[in-house]
């Protein structure tokens, strides 16, 4: 009579051995791939957003309004009608400010496009107790090389800009600003010298506490743009928040609150979840990937659309 052979214990264990190491070493491969059709898809978005960009300007002569004081919206607005969100568009009350309750609908809607798939956070709602609870997302627009309140003739703080012993930084006109409409005939650099749109990192909440980073249908401080001040993804220079500051919080990147410094102003990086840089759109419309490690001087100069500053490629 014949005897079965099974396995012994040891071959079982070495098998399993072998299954984990194998799994192990596919597992970084299969992320990788993941997050490389992440990547696509964000780069596919950015790309969405400045045909819409330029579809607006073929229609109106000119960008949107970066943000709007009376009544208080910002460009994401203007620009629904242009990136297929007409019924989007239509339910706006463009007579009234962004929060009030003729505007629920629109300030509570998460597009797709506005939202990068590696961002764990683009589906959170801004202040989501209150009486307006808000979408978030994750693509901003330029709004130059100092901070908030730049181009404020009135502002104290308009002048040359500086903190933690940096050199002055002056501003040299964004694409997007308070209350006014530039066009690609205002990038004397170059449109493919100036940045349109990049991406941010949506502030995650923390109960009733939030991060307005991401907070893209407000007007208010670090919610609806970044700066060039600080390079993509800055770590030494955190961003600069007029409160709503959550760090360390989940995910959210470096801050502190600026309310009681002086100067009291407030800024925000391009910051994304891509390894080593951010996606950002152009003023000619293509999409660019920009390192981490790129100098803060030839960042600024691709913030600003008039300064006349001269971009070495070998920078970038």
């Given at each position: 009579m014949s005897r079965r052979r099974g396995f012994t214990l040891i071959e079982l264990l070495v098998v399993i051995a072998i ?240 309310s009681s410094k002086s100067p009291a102003v407030s800024f925000n990086a391009a910051r994304s979840f891509h390894s080593g ?40």
């Amino acid at each position: 009579m014949s005897r079965r052979r099974g396995f012994t214990l040891i071959e079982l264990l070495v098998v399993i051995a072998i299954i984990a190491v194998l799994i192990a070493l596919l597992l970084p491969a299969v992320q990788a791939a993941r997050e490389a059709a992440r990547r696509s898809q964000c780069v596919n978005n950015l790309k969405q957003l400045a045909l819409g960009m330029h579809n607006y300007h073929d229609v109106n002569g000119s960008l949107p309004i970066g943000r709007q004081s009376g009544p208080r919206r910002t460009w994401a607005f203007s620009i629904f009608a242009n990136i297929e969100q007409t019924p989007l568009f239509n339910s706006i009350n463009f007579t009234t400010d962004f929060y009030q309750p003729q505007n629920t609908t629109v300030i509570r809607t998460a597009v797709n496009v506005f939202d990068c798939p590696s961002d764990v956070n683009s589906a959170a709602l801004e202040e989501p107790s209150s009486q307006y609870p808000r979408a978030k997302a994750d693509y901003m627009v330029n709004w130059g090389n100092t901070h908030f309140d730049q181009d404020r003739a009135s502002n104290p703080f308009a002048g040359p800009y500086n903190i933690s012993g940096q050199v002055n930084v002056s501003y040299l006109n964004a694409p997007f600003s308070l209350n006014k409409s530039a066009g690609l005939r205002d990038m004397i650099d170059g449109t493919s010298n100036t940045l349109l749109l990049s991406e941010v990192v949506v502030g995650a909440n923390n109960g009733n506490n939030s991060d307005h980073r991401g907070d893209i249908y407000n007007d208010d401080h670090n919610c609806f743009y970044f700066n060039v001040y600080s390079t993509p993804n800055s770590k030494l220079t955190p961003d600069w928040m007029q409160g709503y500051c959550l760090y360390p919080n989940q995910t959210n990147p470096p801050c502190v609150d600026s309310s009681s410094k002086s100067p009291a102003v407030s800024f925000n990086a391009a910051r994304s979840f891509h390894s080593g840089g951010v996606n950002a759109a152009m003023g000619d419309g293509s999409v660019k990937f920009y390192k981490d490690t790129i100098s803060a001087q030839t960042w600024r100069a691709l913030g600003t659309m008039s300064g006349g500053e001269v971009i070495d490629a070998s920078s970038l």
